[in-house]
Each structure stands twice: as C-alpha cells, then as structure tokens.
C-alpha cells in the first residue's frame, strides 16, 4: 500500500507477546551489560558507573533517593545531616529502564524509611520514581515506609536545605500522611 497514511505496526498481533517477551530479556541482558561495562570503566580510569551508587546506607536509617542533576545537593544535603547528628544516607539511581530493583533492595531492604525526590510527577498519582521505588521495596517482608517528595519541577533549582526539609518531614512522621510530599510552591 503506498497512501502514507496506512497503518503498519511494529508488529503483527500474532507476534506482539514474543516481541514484548524479547523486549524483557533484552532489558533483563542490558542490566547485565551496564554491570560489566562498569567494571571495565572502573579498571581502566578508575570511577565506576552501575546501576545505582550508595553513599552513607550502611548505618543509614533513612535514605534519600535521588537521580541526575539534583544528586550534587542531595549530597550535600546528606553530608549536613550527618554532621548534625542524623543516620541519612543517599541512593542515586543510575538507570530508571532497566530498573535496578535488586540493587535498590540491597540497600534499602533494613532501612526505617526512605524519602524519594522526584523531579517529576504522574499526575494523579504522585512521583514516578517513588513509584518504582515502592515497586520494588512491595514484595519484602519488612519493608521500609517510602515517602515520595516533588520538588524542581519545570526547572526550579533544587537546593540542598530544601532536601533537607524533605528528610525532616518524613523523619518526624511515623506514617505517610500524604502521597506527596510537595516542596518549592510558592505562596
């Protein structure tokens, strides 16, 4: 058919589960991949990149969660609570697909809580990552409690004190009293 407006799927029905199935272990390969290459990185200039990168978790009782550019002040924001006296740490995920759930279980399997900053929202529903990071946490039997903060959206700078709020919020709650927990909206 030549009118370029005819619809040609990617695949034909018949196929599309064996197609999606492909899709599946090719991600569940690409985890491996990311891992290996990583290591080879690491020997040759020595930094490592992976999946995720853990700062502070081991004695940690609560966890930041963050990803890319807002990671610098989420470090920050860690490093100031730890000389204040608090056990916080830090989980920057590296890689949202594929996503890193045995990675995020190591760390975050005996923490008391985690706080997630998403710099993103799915409205009417709150954080994608936080989303994935209850996802992942479902199926454990003594799970952390995950509070989910939306802070820098369309751009907002990300401060460290206004993660810090974040961590102090969840830290003085016992439950998830909302969602969301939303910082930066101006009055």
């Known amino acids: 058919v030549n009118d370029p407006r005819a619809f040609y799927p990617l695949v034909m029905p018949d196929n599309y589960m064996e197609y999606r199935y492909k899709m599946q272990v090719a991600m569940d390969r690409a985890m491996r991949v990311i891992e290996e290459v990583g290591e080879e990185f690491d020997k040759v200039f020595g930094r490592r990149y992976g999946l995720v990168e853990a700062m502070d978790c081991d004695d940690a009782e609560v966890v930041l969660v963050s990803s890319s550019s807002f990671t610098s002040p989420a470090r920050a924001a860690v490093m100031n609570l730890r000389r204040k006296g608090y056990p916080v740490g830090l989980l920057k995920i590296k890689t949202f697909r594929p996503f890193p759930t045995e990675k995020v279980r190591e760390v975050l399997a005996d ?77």
């Open 111 to 187: 923490k008391k809580k985690v706080v997630v900053a998403d710099r993103n929202i799915s409205f009417g529903k709150g954080g994608i990552f936080a989303d994935e990071i209850k996802g992942a946490l479902f199926n454990l039997p003594d799970r952390p409690v995950v509070f989910g903060g939306v802070i820098g959206l369309g751009g907002r700078d990300i401060t460290p004190q206004a993660l810090e709020e974040i961590v102090m919020d969840a830290m003085d709650k016992k439950v998830v009293e909302s969602e969301i927990i939303w910082k930066g909206l101006k009055p």
